[in-house]
């Protein structure tokens, strides 16, 4: 059974930094690039960036150049998102999912969320 | 980018009656090389990841009910539901993968 589980909520204050994490499990991880979507509350869906754990291909959107860093361990089959310097508009649910091969096409499995709090 | 505009915003169809709901692109998503669409529905139901409901614009994915189908081609989409059941109600986001960043609709809220 494919599953990507997400780490747990997170509470943060602004400017500090912050690592959340992706584990596949029940496929090869290797083979297929996993993304990350944010949902500010109440709002719709972004596509942030994927990344191949592979070989650490990664690709993102413009909205989130150099606001985060997608990256992967593939040797333990996690996909990480991380922030160096937290903003209260970083508050939002975050998704990975992963998308079909070869492509990358539209996402297949998502992961049940990671809710992100930045609050003073 | 490639903006995605969905209509409506928010929709209420009586039980058992049809809903539909229009994806329009800012270009075509049609891959000429292989005749596709590069146009995926989900839906999301409240404090849920979305689900992938439809692919390539009109491939329903395995387990969906075939009361949900897609249709459209090139900057025009559609998703029906022919039947509307009390557990349809959700949030529908259309997107494309056809270039990155693979951009999805604003959302359609969908009640009864």
């Known amino acids: 059974e494919v599953q990507l589980v997400q780490s747990g909520a997170e509470v943060k204050k602004p400017g500090e930094s912050l690592k959340i994490s992706c584990k596949g499990s029940?496929?090869?991880?290797?083979?297929?690039?996993i993304g990350w979507v944010r949902q500010m509350p109440g709002k719709g869906l972004e596509w942030m960036g994927i990344i191949y754990p592979d070989d650490s291909d990664t690709r993102y959107s413009p909205s989130f150049q150099g606001q985060v860093t997608i990256s992967a361990d593939k040797s333990i089959n996690t996909a990480y998102l991380q922030w160096s310097s937290l903003k209260a508009s970083d508050t939002a649910m975050y998704y990975c999912?992963?998308?079909?091969?070869?492509?990358?096409?539209?996402?297949?499995?998502w992961g049940q969320g990671t809710l992100v709090t930045v609050s003073s | 980018d490639i903006v995605m505009t969905q209509s409506p915003d928010s929709l209420a169809v009586s039980l058992g009656e049809r809903a539909t709901i229009n994806c329009k692109s800012s270009q075509s998503v049609l891959f000429s090389s292989n005749n596709k669409n590069y146009l995926a529905w989900y839906q999301q139901k409240p404090g849920q990841p979305p689900e992938v409901l439809i692919y390539w614009a009109s491939t329903r994915e395995s387990g969906v009910p075939d009361r949900f189908s897609g249709s459209g081609s090139g900057t025009d989409f559609t998703l029906t539901i022919s039947s509307l059941q009390a557990e349809d109600v959700a949030v529908y986001y259309c997107?494309?993968?056809?270039?990155?960043?693979?951009?999805f609709g604003q959302g359609t809220k969908l009640q009864i």
């Open positions: 999912a992963r998308h079909v091969t070869p492509g990358p096409y539209y996402f297949d499995y």
């Open positions: 029940g496929y090869t991880f290797t083979s297929y690039w």
């Open positions: 997107q494309q993968y056809y270039s990155t960043p693979y951009t």
